[in-house]
């Protein structure tokens, strides 16, 4: 087994099945077993779960996010109140995100070499800006096991110039977080951007694994390219990734998803999928996702998926949680989130089983064959 140590963060690759990874990671509050999925908690809290329930779900890491969390209640508070950790009453690793994504997702942000202004403004009427050193600056404060670079994610589609500048642009903006990320007991992790276009991943993949950091990611995908070209960009971009290092794809997604990108070498995902879904009544199970608020589960006394034990597969019915989610109950969100957690978790928990058995690609077949069935 294969252990690399940089800074605050120790991976240790722990086998392979074909280019499917196994692998461990460990930072100051904890270790995470991967093939991972971290759920997002984007203002300090995974919407709909307790830090209690959070853990019986198997998470071992959530994520919160810079812009968020500097709108609310601010960086200087939560380092007041010791920190992330103790602020939202999870012991386990955590993640932030850099803002950069919020770049893309929001509307009239204004980009300049400097960093991002936000149309959002704050009590006060202050404008919201972030640059590299800002969002260091706050991820610091914050206190997470690992923090991301701010970096430039571009919308789908994107004409090939100004995916080009973003590459570009991105690394002078790593330069500038590595140079501004002092906090020994944080692992600063890079992002690899590039778009749509085979030739720029290629390209930002070299200029980002020549800063020397404890993990990268793969950016600028799941924003609307579809599943294939996602997959195409991770065949053109995992290539020129350092093995010894974990490799994290961002806002990555559907369980489809994540069997096909561990089967390329991912080793980590987050996505707000599992936890938005369930509060809109959309379950997910062995035979894929269904909308158990649909009239058709009025009376089916049958658990969301058979084969879970999560509590409310334990202890509710299909028609039960259709009357909650039909009448907005907070209870209807709170057994939803848990359940669709739990299921992504199982099945984090059974990719990581057939990487060491080495039959993956055997479950990647059959996973995709039962949970993609038309029949539904
Ligand atoms: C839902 N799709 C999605 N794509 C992303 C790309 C980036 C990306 O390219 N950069 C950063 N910093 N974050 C991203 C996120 C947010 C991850 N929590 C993404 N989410």
Known sequence: MASTTTGPLSFDLKGTDGRARRGRVTVPHGVIQTPAFMPVGT?????????RDLKATGSEICLANTYHMDISP???????????HEFMGWDKPILTDSGGYQVFSLPKTQLDEEGVTFRFEKKGGKKVKLTPERSMQIQQDLGADIAMAFDVCV????????????????????????????????ALFGIVQGSSYADLRGL???????????????GGLSVGEGHSIMMAMIDCTEPSMVKEKPRYLMGVGYPEDIV????????????????????????????????????????????LDTNCS??????????????LINTNEILGSALMTLHNVTFYQDLMRTIR???EEKNFEK????FLQEYLAEDK
Request: glycine share 6%; proline share 6%; net charge positive.
């Open 43 to 51: 203002r300090a809290t995974v919407k709909g779960l307790m830090p």
């Open 74 to 84: 601010g960086p200087k508070i939560v380092k007041k109140m010791g920190g992330l």
């Open 155 to 186: 919308p789908y589609p994107c004409d090939y110039k100004n995916a080009q500048d973003a590459v570009y642009r991105t690394i002078r903006w790593l330069e500038r977080c590595k140079e501004a990320h002092t906090r020994p007991d944080q």
């Open 204 to 218: 930002s993949a070299q200029l980002t694994m020549g800063i020397d950091l404890p993990g990268y990611a793969i």
């Open 260 to 303: 096909e990108a561990v089967a390329r070498g991912v080793d980590m995902f987050d996505c707000v999928i599992p936890t938005r879904y369930a509060r809109s009544g959309v379950a997910f199970a062995r035979h894929g996702r269904f909308r158990v608020s649909n009239a058709r589960y009025k009376t089916d006394k049958y658990p």
């Open 310 to 323: 999560c509590y409310t597969c334990k202890n509710f019915t299909r028609a039960y949680l259709n009357h």
């Open 353 to 355: 089983t057939a990487i």
């Open 363 to 366: 479950f990647r077949v059959s």
